[in-house]
């Protein structure tokens, strides 16, 4: 008779302690569940293709064997200078418009004033007098040739509502150079700076998933 109700009791016990052991799990899976949702509304993964980011973002590049990057865009950030941002473009092909998104960085807002000189960028924001050399420690000698007849333009000033973008890779980039300014609601997110921080775990991570998450950002320059 004890040794019946000794066996009964452990095994109530044992299954107790596995409804815990099931319920702890079941509230970890709710809480991962409502962070991703979260995050999601408010992040969007970004697959990075061409090279007009170089050398901050890695795009997807054959020529160099590259497979592009993954980073993340944070859809309630505001742009500031020097900001890299997600742009949605519209163009006309073949009598139909198309969307597409860019990878660029932020240099002038409306108001702003901005020339270029042999690869060195100046910006006279809104209400000042006086050029100021704009410091760009994110750009490469090996993608930024003073010679390049790209990397030199009169000065342009940015409309009102609008954005000034230039690629990294100042050699190949096609951006506000060639498409003007680009409307400040056109932009899609930010790139958090803990993003391009971990893009290699990013990359390594989503890589894997690639036709599940995220979505292609064209960046190649036509």
């Not at 980011?53 to 993340?72: A, C, Q, R, S, W």
């Not at 108001?111 to 704009?134: H, I, Q, W």
């Not at 506000?176 to 893009?199: I, M, N, T």
């Not at 599940?212 to 064209?218: A, D, E, M, P, S």
Request: negative net charge; proline residues 3%; charged residues 25%.
């Amino acid at each position: 008779m004890y040794t019946t109700v000794g066996k009964s009791l452990f095994e109530r016990r044992k299954f107790s302690k596995l409804n815990i052991c099931v319920n702890v799990i079941l509230v970890l899976l709710v809480v991962i569940c409502i962070a991703e949702i979260v995050f999601d509304m408010r992040y969007t993964c970004i697959w990075v293709d061409g090279s007009s980011m170089l050398p901050t973002i890695i795009g997807e590049d054959e020529d160099l064997g590259n497979k592009g990057e993954y980073v993340f865009a944070d859809r309630k950030s505001s742009p500031d200078y020097g900001d890299i941002v997600v742009v949605r473009r519209t163009q006309k092909r073949g009598g139909q418009e198309v969307t597409s998104f860019i990878i660029k960085r932020v240099v002038a807002f409306g108001g702003d004033t901005v020339k270029m000189e042999n690869g060195v960028l100046y910006r006279k924001k809104a209400g000042e007098e006086e050029f100021s050399l704009v410091p760009e420690d994110y750009i490469s000698e090996e993608y930024n040739h003073p010679e390049n007849p790209r990397n030199s333009f009169s000065e342009h000033c940015v409309g009102e509502n609008m954005i000034y973008l230039l690629g990294d890779n100042r050699d190949l980039s096609n951006d506000s150079r060639f498409h003007g300014d680009f409307a400040l609601g056109a932009v899609l997110g930010v790139v958090p700076g803990w993003s391009l921080r971990h893009k290699t775990g990013i990359t390594s991570f989503f890589g894997f998933f690639k036709k599940f998450f995220g979505f292609k950002i064209n960046i190649s320059d036509e």
